[in-house]
Structure formats: structure tokens, C-alpha cells
């Protein structure tokens, strides 16, 4: 038997130990918010790291709150692919615990077979199952020509641009795989940004003044910064038609590209002519767009909007687009994934997922936004891939099928394997 072969056989074999791994990740309660909880289980990656021979870069990120990047360098670095494996370390809230039928800060088996706990599903199954496969490989003897980096990073849930700051530090690769929850499907996904647009008077009027601002013969130009955003919420809402009516995806639902008005503050007290007013939106476009597009279609026709509007035209309304964190901006960016169907790595995953699973697998669209954007943003080849499925991620009683997980690892080993032996030059 080949060492490959070896290795994805004892990852079944062994499979108790790569739920050991993950039942040390789940016992570590990542929740964001509130965050700045990662440090201990960013230890447990980074030591699982340094022991199978990869170099340590962790780096804080927010206090509290460290990125963890390995890499483990290839005999032949210069000549054969490399590969960057993304997951995020932190989980979806839990809040009340009493619904939960296991404790979510321990890894149970269930009386149905799954395996319980919060972030299973999304997404410390897809780092311990990866990490797994990587020692297995290694235990085995299978080397790689091309270097391999393994990226743990924080605030996916809240935002926050844990993998931004990865890329920002330089860290580059042939391809990238997202092993977030996918259900093993791969995926491409959509972007979202989100942004304030506010509405501001030079000056503040007391609510007596109101009369003169809008009646015949007042000669007070004013205006309430409440009432003219009542024109950008309608410009939004026909930009938001137009889109649905003009753009389409393959693999999205029409009209899937909306804009929400998901918060409004203004005012400031009853006795006062409101001179100022925030809207904050939420902005979900398609893989072949980019948000720089997005920022620059919502801010022309706003500003076409403004300027039919005797007082907006002189007090335009002023945009904030983006953040890297909900929690400390309250804002965030998730770029688009366009995926490439003919890209020879996304061959090479698919033929592991064959050899494993005997089936094709499903290439399709995420429902939902993933840091797999920023390496798209960043010019790096990627896929969104993992187990577990959405409709258990963030849920109550969040569980995986360790089956599965065991099948993403053995996929994951023999891709892996195959990518990282492969030439540069000779992208099959
Ligand atoms: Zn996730």
C-alpha cells in the first residue's frame, strides 16, 4: 500500500482521535460576540501545528484575540503549489443554554450517532478534521513539494477580519480552500458590505421653527434630517428593484441582490428639528461583483436622488461603507467568490471527493457569505468547502454526522497530497 493510502486509511482508523481534537476545540467557548476569548484554543491549533513541523506565526489580531498561521515548507517551494487551508476559530453566540438537550461546551455523542456541540458544524469540525488529515499525511510520510499554510483566524462571526489580516501580512498561496460549512459541497458564495449613509444640518432648529421651514411665506430653508432620509430609504428601495429586475446569478434565487435599511437613529430630542439621521444598510450583491461596484452604483444614485432635493443638493448625505469588526466599527465586508469551474485545483478536489466518495460532488453556490471572499478580493484562487450544514450552524443543539467529517478528511488528505505535489507550471 502507498503512504497516501496509508494515510487515508488510518484516518478512519483513528477517527476517535480526530474527535479528541475537536472535542478540545468545542470545550473552548469561542462565542463572538462577545469575542476576545480565542487565546487558549489558538494555543491548541498552534501546538498541534508546531508538533507536525510547521512554523508558528500567531499575531494578535484585538487583544484577546491572536490570528494563528502555520507553514509547513516544501521540499520544492518554488516549483510546486502551494496551498492556503482557512478556518475561523470563533462560534455563534449561545445565550440561553437551557434549550440545548448536551451541554454545547463539550463534544457528546448523541443517542442519534451525530456529534454535538457548538461550532461543530461551523467550523471547529472543519479545523480539527484538516489538521487531522495534515498529521495523518505527515505520520505517514507523505511529502509535499509545495508549501502548505494552515490559517486559524478570528471574528468571522462577528465580521471581524481575521483573514484580511492574514492576507495584509503577506500570506499568499496557489489556492485557497475555506473549510467552513459547506456540507462538502463546493462552493463560490455572494458579498455582502454593509454602510451608514447620514443625513446632517449645518444647523439645529428648535422644533418651533418647524412652521417656517415648510409653509408659504416662512423663508427658513430647513430641514429634517428624518424626512429626507424617508428619499434615500425610496432611491434605495427603487435601486434595490432595478437590481432584482436587471441582475441575475446562475444559482441564486432572482432578486437575492437586496438592500436593507436595518437600522435608523436621528434626532435628538422631541423639542428639536431632527438635524441628524444615520441609516445603516446591509448590501448583498452577486459573485461577479465586486463591493467597490456596489459602493460606487448605491452612492451615484443617491447622490442623483440628493440633487433633485432643494436642501439635499447643498447637504449631501455623507457614506461610511465597510469595517472589520460589527462588534468595534459596527461594520463588516464579505467579498464576493466567483468560482472557477475550470481551475485545476478544483479538479484535483473534485477527483479526491470521487475517489472517496464514489459520487460527483455538488459544485454550487453558498446561501450564505464566508471569509472564502477575501481571498477571491485578494487575487487568490479559492473554494468554500467543509462539512456540517447551515441549518445546524449557529443552532440550537448544533451537531455534525462524524461520518462525514471523517470523509472531509480524507478528501482534504488526498487532495492536499495531490495539489502541493503538482507543478507550478504544469496546471494540468
Ligand atoms: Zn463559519
Redesign the pocket.
Known amino acids: 500500500m502507498d503512504r497516501l493510502t496509508e494515510a487515508v486509511e488510518s484516518i478512519a482508523n483513528r477517527k476517535d482521535e480526530l474527535f479528541a481534537l475537536l472535542a478540545k476545540l468545542v470545550s473552548q467557548p469561542t462565542v463572538s460576540p462577545p469575542a476576545r476569548n480565542s487565546d487558549e484554543a489558538q494555543s491548541v491549533i498552534a501546538s498541534q501545528l508546531a508538533d507536525m513541523g510547521f512554523a508558528v506565526d500567531r499575531f494578535q489580531v484585538y487583544p484577546g484575540d491572536d490570528n494563528v498561521v502555520g507553514r509547513l515548507s516544501g521540499r520544492d517551494s518554488a516549483r510546486a503549489n502551494s496551498l492556503i487551508v482557512n478556518g475561523?476559530i470563533d462560534v455563534a453566540e449561545v445565550g440561553d443554554e437551557t434549550g440545548w438537550t448536551y451541554p454545547p461546551f463539550s463534544l457528546t455523542l448523541g443517542a442519534d450517532g451525530r456529534l454535538y456541540g457548538r461550532g461543530v458544524a461551523?467550523?471547529k469540525g472543519g479545523l480539527a478534521a484538516s489538521l487531522f488529515a495534515i498529521q495523518m499525511l505527515r505520520e505517514h510520510g507523505v511529502e509535499l513539494a509545495g508549501d502548505l499554510l494552515f490559517q486559524s483566524v478570528i471574528g468571522?462571526?462577528a465580521g471581524e477580519a481575521g483573514t484580511l489580516v492574514a492576507i495584509e501580512r503577506g500570506y499568499q498561496a496557489d489556492y485557497a480552500v475555506v473549510v467552513?460549512?459547506s456540507n462538502l459541497h463546493m462552493q463560490g458564495q455572494g458579498g455582502v458590505i454593509t454602510g451608514w449613509i447620514t443625513i446632517e444640518s449645518p444647523t439645529t432648529l428648535h422644533d418651533g421653527m418647524r412652521a417656517q421651514t415648510i409653509h408659504a411665506g416662512g423663508r427658513v430653508r430647513g430641514a429634517s434630517a428624518i424626512e429626507k432620509m424617508m428619499k434615500v430609504i425610496s432611491a434605495l428601495q427603487e435601486l434595490e428593484r432595478d437590481w432584482a429586475v436587471m441582475k441575475a446569478y446562475p444559482g441564486f434565487p432572482a432578486g437575492s441582490n437586496t438592500i436593507n435599511p436595518a437600522v435608523i437613529e436621528g434626532g435628538r430630542h422631541a423639542a428639536f428639528i431632527a438635524d441628524r439621521c444615520a441609516l445603516w444598510i446591509t448590501v448583498h450583491f452577486y459573485p461577479n461583483e465586486s463591493y467597490e461596484q456596489m459602493i460606487g452604483e448605491i452612492e451615484d444614485h443617491i447622490r442623483r436622488a440628493a440633487a433633485a432635493d432643494v436642501w439635499l443638493r447643498e447637504h449631501p448625505p455623507v457614506f461610511r461603507w465597510g469595517g472589520r469588526s460589527m462588534i468595534e466599527e459596527r461594520g463588516e465586508i464579505f467579498p464576493s467568490l466567483e468560482l472557477d469551474a475550470n481551475h485545476p485545483a478544483l479538479a484535483q478536489l473534485q477527483a479526491a471527493y470521487e475517489r472517496e466518495l464514489h459520487a460527483a460532488p455538488v459544485v454550487d453556490m453558498s446561501p450564505t457569505v464566508?471569509d472564502a471572499g477575501w481571498f477571491a478580493h485578494a487575487g487568490i484562487p479559492a473554494v468554500l468547502f467543509g462539512p456540517g450544514e447551515l441549518k445546524h450552524?449557529h443552532a440550537v443543539d448544533e451537531s455534525i454526522d462524524p461520518d462525514q467529517l471523517v470523509q472531509f478528511a480524507q478528501i482534504m488528505a488526498r487532495f492536499i497530497a495531490s495539489w502541493c505535489n503538482t507543478p507550478k507550471e504544469a496546471k494540468e
Open positions: 475561523h461551523d467550523m468571522e462571526e467552513d460549512t464566508t450552524a
